[in-house]
């Protein structure tokens, strides 16, 4: 099984790859037990999301995951992919927007985009 910080680079490194908009991590240990990080992003059209979806579940195969369960891929309006300590979801913009997950966490740590993605600990 590949280590969380293999698995959140790649998946960083596919959306960054893929043109994902709004990329967030947040930092999920101590708060809860289902994940160490989730990962928000969005795509253009549900194509897109569906793009980034497909590609992200390839290369965390690659990676050596046994297996990533995905929900959504039917519309592609919010797809969630669980690649074990780090969740994935990735949204159309106004699907984002309407759900505003970020919300639910602490927005006192988010790391500035300049750093490539913003992290909420």
């Known amino acids: 099984m590949p280590a969380t910080d293999d698995i959140l680079r790649l ?3 596919s959306l960054d790859d893929d043109k994902a908009e709004g990329v967030v991590v947040i930092d999920l240990a ?4 289902f994940a160490d990080y989730m990962v928000i992003a969005s795509g253009r059209s549900d194509r ?3 793009a980034m979806a497909d590609h992200l579940a390839e290369k965390l195969k690659g990676l050596g995951l046994p297996s990533v369960p995905t929900e959504g891929t039917d519309r592609c309006d ?3 992919l669980d690649a074990g300590d780090v969740i994935v979801h990735l949204f ?3 699907v984002r927007d309407f759900y505003n997950l970020e919300k639910l966490w602490s927005h006192d740590s988010i790391r500035p985009e300049a750093e490539q993605v913003e992290m909420i600990a």
Do not use: D, F, S, Y
């Open 92 to 94: 159309r913009p106004e």
């Open 30 to 33: 101590g708060k809860t037990g």
């Open 11 to 13: 998946i960083e490194a």
């Open 48 to 50: 897109h999301v569906g």
């Open 78 to 80: 919010w797809v969630l």
